[in-house]
Every structure is written in C-alpha cells, then in structure tokens.
C-alpha cells in the first residue's frame, strides 16, 4: 500500500468576551464570546492504514491526560467523517500537542478540527469547507472556530460564527495551570453561582437575566482599530468566577500578572489557563520574564492566526 501521510496543524484559542446565559430548553448554555486563535499549535498527522484499522496516538504537552480510545475527539472525528462520506477506510492518527489539556483554549476542539481536514486529503473525499464545518459543530462548540481561527463572534451555543474584523495583532501571555478544571463542571458552578445572585436580587426566573447574552460591542470596535490598550479593559468573562472559585490559587496568577503590567487580564474560557494582553512583541516578552521571575511559565503568543480551512 502507498504510504501517505498528511500533516495539519490548527490553533488553540481563547475568548476575548465570553457572556453566558442560562441554560435554555435544550439543556444548553446560550453565550455570545469572541473568539480569538493564537500561535499555539495542535497537530495532526495522519497516514494510511488497512481498511477498518484507526489508530491514534498521543505526544507533547499533557499527552499521559489524553485518552487514545475511541472517546478521543479525533476519533469522534475520524468516525463521523467516514460515516458521512460511507467510507470505512483506515488510518494511524498521530497528535502532537502544545496547548494544555483541560485549559480552556479547546486543544481537543483543535485536533478534531486537524483530524477533519487531514483525513478528507488523506482519504481524497474533497468535503466541502461549509460540510466540514458543519461535521465539525457536531463534536463540540468550539471545532467549528478551530477550523477557522482568526477572530470571530460565536453565538448560539458559540458555534455559529461571524468573522470580526481586527486590525493589527494582539500579543498575548498564557499561564497554563498544573491544575485542570472539567468545563462542564465549571458551567455547573456558574449555574449555581447564577442561582444564588438570582434569589439574592429577588429577580423573577424568566424575566431580566433570560435577556440573549451580548459581548460589548465597545470591544468590537476596539478589536477592529487594533488598540489594545481598549481591549485590555473591555476583557470579559462570565465564567471566571465559577473558575476562580474551584481553583482559588488563580487570584495570585492574576494578581501576578496585573503587577508585571499587563494591559488586561482574564481566565481564558472554562480556565484554568491565564491570559494577560501587552501592548506589543516586547511588552510579551518581558511580562513573560517577570512571570518566569515569579514561579510562573508563560508562553507569549500573538492572537488572530489561520486556523487550517482560511
Ligand atoms: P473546551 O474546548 O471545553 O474549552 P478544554 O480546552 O478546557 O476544552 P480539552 O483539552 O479540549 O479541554 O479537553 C478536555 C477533555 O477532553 C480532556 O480532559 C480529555 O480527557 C478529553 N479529550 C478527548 N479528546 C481529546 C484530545 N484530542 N485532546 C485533549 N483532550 C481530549
């Protein structure tokens, strides 16, 4: 048999606005977020193997947490393309990993989204982008974006998506946590946090607070003129309390990066990782410099890259 092999890589992500909502009628959160992808890569290699046979492997950041069964995403992925095209041909599936498992940046969101692309080369079943993207909101809220990267409003469940102008780049600090935090276990709390806010302010269920969520529309502008010292105030997210309040040590984190100087600061996604905005490539690179002077490893990134289907 010829042996192929196709590499692609996508981007983890973060949320420069992530508004919640309360669960609806489907037993789902509604939210509006702003998703942006950044310079931290998920790559998937996949090469042929005999019909019936997928295989996938696991290396890099935080691989041992990673399940190599068929609960992993890439072979949701791998399954659900073959059942859409009705094909049943094999491959070895190979994930390299750097962005942190559990972290709230959608790793597993991101090799999905890989896995999609890769196997329609590998496989020469030419799914169009618009049926990729819509396999891809079949595994999760966030692959859909993966597929895309840059920046885009995500509203719905996050995964119908607007492009959102953006001018220039934002230079981003990642802190990723030893400790991981389970996202449904995160929306869990804010639904409890968001219970007790609702009874302490004696607000009918149904009337106010079932109000669609909305990202600020003052960051989108701020987005579009690529100022980041706007987009430094304008960082929101919903879910940072729930966050804060299963994993307590991540105050100081914030704490930490607010006094190296950071334009802004917020827990990225379901967390735990941190994201902290400076004003440039230097400013990046010296926040990180006083993070690693304090205990802390961080990774500078640049916000807005192409994720594999731009
Ligand atoms: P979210 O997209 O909800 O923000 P996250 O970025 O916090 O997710 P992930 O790293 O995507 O978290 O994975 C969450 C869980 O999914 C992991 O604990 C892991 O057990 C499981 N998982 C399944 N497939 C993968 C994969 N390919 N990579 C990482 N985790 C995976």
């Known amino acids: 048999m010829e042996s192929r092999e196709v590499r692609v890589s996508a981007p983890g992500k973060v949320n420069l606005s992530l508004r919640v909502g309360p669960v609806d009628e489907r037993g789902y959160h509604p939210l509006e977020t702003v998703f942006q992808a ?9 090469s042929a193997a005999p019909e019936g046979t997928l295989a996938i492997s696991v290396s890099g950041r935080d691989s041992e947490l990673v399940p190599c069964d068929e609960s992993n995403l890439v072979s949701r992925a791998a399954r659900l393309l073959q059942k859409h095209c009705g094909v049943t041909y094999g491959a ?9 498992v559990a972290g709230g940046m959608g790793g597993g969101s991101a090799d999905a989204a890989a896995a999609l692309c890769a196997l329609n080369e590998l496989w020469g079943l030419s799914v169009s982008s618009e049926e990729l993207t819509l396999l891809a909101a079949q595994l999760g809220a966030d692959v859909p974006f993966c597929l895309h990267g840059k920046t885009m409003l995500g509203t719905r469940y996050g995964d119908v998506l607007t492009p959102l102008p953006a001018a220039g780049t934002l230079h981003w600090v990642l802190v990723p946590s030893a400790a991981k935090l389970a996202t449904p276990e995160v929306y869990r709390h804010f639904d409890v946090l968001s219970e007790s806010t609702l009874s302490e302010n004696t607000v009918l269920p149904g009337s106010a ?8 529309r003052e960051l989108l502008s701020a987005i579009a003129e690529g100022d980041p010292h706007r987009v430094g105030k304008l960082l929101r997210n919903d879910l940072q309390e729930s966050a804060l309040a299963l994993h307590p040590p991540l105050r100081e984190v914030l704490e930490t990066l607010r006094a190296g100087g950071a334009l802004g600061v917020l827990v990225s996604g379901s967390g735990p990782t941190v994201m902290a905005l400076a004003e440039g490539e ?5 926040l990180a410099d006083f993070c690693f002077a304090a205990g802390l490893a961080a990774i500078p990134v640049t916000g807005g890259v192409a994720g594999p289907l731009a």
């Open 282 to 286: 230097a400013e990046a690179a010296a």
């Open 92 to 100: 070895r599936l190979a994930i390299a990993k750097t962005v942190p």
């Open 38 to 46: 950044v310079s931290l890569y998920e790559t998937v290699t996949a």
């Open 209 to 216: 607070d079932r109000r669609a969520p909305q990202v600020e």
